[in-house]
C-alpha cells in the first residue's frame, strides 16, 4: 500500500513552455502533498504545500505564478513549470500525506531538462 | 531548516559491517523524525521513523536514536549489504502529517 506515482518521469522541452507533471497517490486519498525540487547532489528543498480544495501553500523565494499547483482531488496534484528555462532544470518529486498520519509517501520523482 | 551543500559527505563501509550516520538538527519543537534512503534517480524511500517521546526505535537491520537534548539523530544499519548503498537523509517536522525539513544527507558506499 501508499503508493504514490509521477508523470513524465522523465521531460525534455525547450525553453520557454510549459511542463505539466502529475502525482497521483495510487492507494489511498491524500488530504496534503508537498512538492520538492532537487539539484544534482542536494537535498530535497520544499516548494509548496498543496490541501485537497484549497490554494497551495509556497514556500519563501518560490514564485507562485511560474510553479503552478493544483489539488483538485484527494488523488490527484499537478505541478505545472511555466514559461520554462533552462535554471528550472532539475529533478521534481512530489510526496502524499493523509490528514492526522504519520508518513509522508514520496513518488518516484520526474527529471526535468530545459534546453 | 533547509540545508544545502555543494556535495554530500560520503560513508564507505565494508559490506557485513555496521554503519552509523548522524544528522542533527535545529528545531527544538521538532516533534517527529524519519529517515529516507534514496537510490539515484529515485525518490526518496522510507526506512525507519521515531516521536521526539522516544529515545531509541529499532526496524529491521536498522535502529534509530534520537537525542533531544543535543538535537542529535542517527541511523544504525547492522551488517551493511551492497543494496544499502545510497544517499540517506534525515527529515524532521513539528507535526506528523506537516511539512518535513531535510537535512544535507550522506551517502553511503559499500564495499564488497
Known amino acids: 500500500g501508499a503508493v504514490v506515482s509521477q508523470h513524465p518521469s522523465r521531460v525534455i522541452c525547450k525553453s520557454g513552455t510549459s511542463v505539466k507533471i502529475e502525482c497521483r497517490s495510487l492507494?489511498?486519498?491524500?488530504?496534503?502533498m508537498f512538492w520538492y525540487r532537487q539539484f544534482p547532489k542536494q537535498s530535497l528543498m520544499l516548494m509548496a504545500t498543496?490541501?485537497?480544495?484549497?490554494?497551495?501553500?509556497?514556500e519563501q523565494g518560490v514564485e507562485k505564478d511560474k510553479f503552478l499547483i493544483n489539488h483538485a482531488s484527494l488523488t490527484l496534484s499537478t505541478l505545472t513549470v511555466t514559461s520554462a528555462h533552462p535554471e528550472d532544470s532539475s529533478f521534481y518529486i512530489c510526496?502524499?500525506?493523509?490528514?492526522?498520519?504519520?508518513?509522508?509517501?514520496f513518488g518516484p520523482g520526474t527529471r526535468l531538462t530545459v534546453l | 531548516g533547509e540545508s544545502v551543500g555543494l556535495h554530500l559527505p560520503t560513508l564507505s563501509v565494508q559490506e557485513g559491517d555496521n554503519s552509523i550516520i548522524n544528522c542533527a538538527y535545529s528545531?527544538?519543537?521538532?516533534?517527529?523524525f524519519i529517515w529516507y534512503k534514496q537510490e539515484s534517480g529515485k525518490g526518496p524511500q522510507f526506512i525507519i521513523d521515531?516521536?521526539?517521546?522516544?529515545d531509541k526505535r529499532q526496524g529491521q537491520r536498522v535502529t534509530v536514536l534520537l537525542n533531544k537534548t543535543v538535537k542529535h539523530l542517527s541511523l544504525q544499519i547492522a551488517a551493511t549489504q551492497p543494496g544499502d548503498s545510497a544517499v540517506y537523509f534525515c527529515?524532521?517536522?513539528?507535526?506528523?502529517?506537516?511539512?518535513?525539513?531535510f537535512g544535507g544527507g550522506t551517502r553511503v558506499l559499500v564495499k564488497p
Open positions: 510526496s502524499a500525506g493523509t490528514s492526522g498520519k504519520d508518513t509522508q509517501y
Open positions: 498543496s490541501n485537497e480544495g484549497s490554494k497551495a501553500t509556497y
Open positions: 528545531n527544538s519543537a521538532s516533534d517527529y
Open positions: 527529515a524532521e517536522t513539528e507535526a506528523a502529517g506537516n511539512k518535513l525539513t
Open positions: 492507494d489511498f486519498q491524500a488530504t496534503t
Open positions: 521515531i516521536r521526539s517521546n522516544m
